[in-house]
């Protein structure tokens, strides 16, 4: 009994410092940080994982997305055409002005009336009023002004959506020469007395200058009379570009020249001037 008695004590001390040594070891395992991988271990330098950038190949690149123009492609705007001019242009001015004529003469040539039928004029005051906007910005050829009807917003705006052509502003030009050349002049010194527009003038040579005042106009106003003079050398020079553009000489079958026309042949029975205007 006395010889068994310290081989059990040794072997109960050896499981109680098992014991101990086993609950020290789970205290500090419980105690160190949650991880949701294996323990890391100790390391000198930090080694990043997977490959360098600099050792990785560059990624293949497609092409820049961009938004590219498309001025083809056709675009609805709702949008009235009394929005596209300014409210201080020249061209809203000349139509005021217009509105304030007498163009009774040219509304009694017209046959299309109520109650008759027949297609509906152009009004003079539209066709009136393009010519004396053209006049100031030094156009008298009947083709050139059918082209800014259809691609200058001012123009446009003189229209008022009313489609005219190169054979309707020719003949209207044409047909009232002593009379438009007369309402014109007085209508381009008028305005320009007023100093309300500025004048595009046509030099002998064709080239169109924007009329500029001598060191003498800065001391006093132009006269009306003045004014006339520059308007008939205006009128006159832009009457004699229409002629030389919109005539060409006629001749006969023997070759020989005997009349001057316009360059449109106009079908029998028909007419190019709606209305007669």
Known sequence: MNNSAPVRNGKWLDKVVRFSYKKDMNTQANNLPASDGPMEQNVLFAVPAGEPESCRPPEPRGRARVQRAERRQVILRAQ?????????????????YVEGLDLTGLYQQIKA??????????????????????????????????KLCRDHVAYQWVCGGVSVNYHTLADFRTDHVQFLDQLLTASVAGLMHQGLVTLQRV???????????????????PTLQECRVEAQQQVAALRKELESTEFQPIESRCGVQCAWSVVSVRCPGRSTDPGGV
Request: avoid cysteine; glycine fraction near 8%.
């Open 113 to 146: 009336v109520e109650g008759r039928a027949g297609r509906e004029a152009i009004d003079p005051k539209i066709l009136m009023a393009l010519w004396l906007y053209a006049t100031l910005e030094g156009v008298g050829s009947a083709r050139q002004l059918d």
């Open 203 to 221: 030099a002998q040579d064709g080239m169109r200058v924007r009329a500029s005042a001598g060191a003498a106009s800065f001391r006093r106003e």
């Open 80 to 96: 009235a055409l009394d929005d596209l001019l300014a409210e201080d242009h020249q061209a809203r001015l000349v139509w005021q």
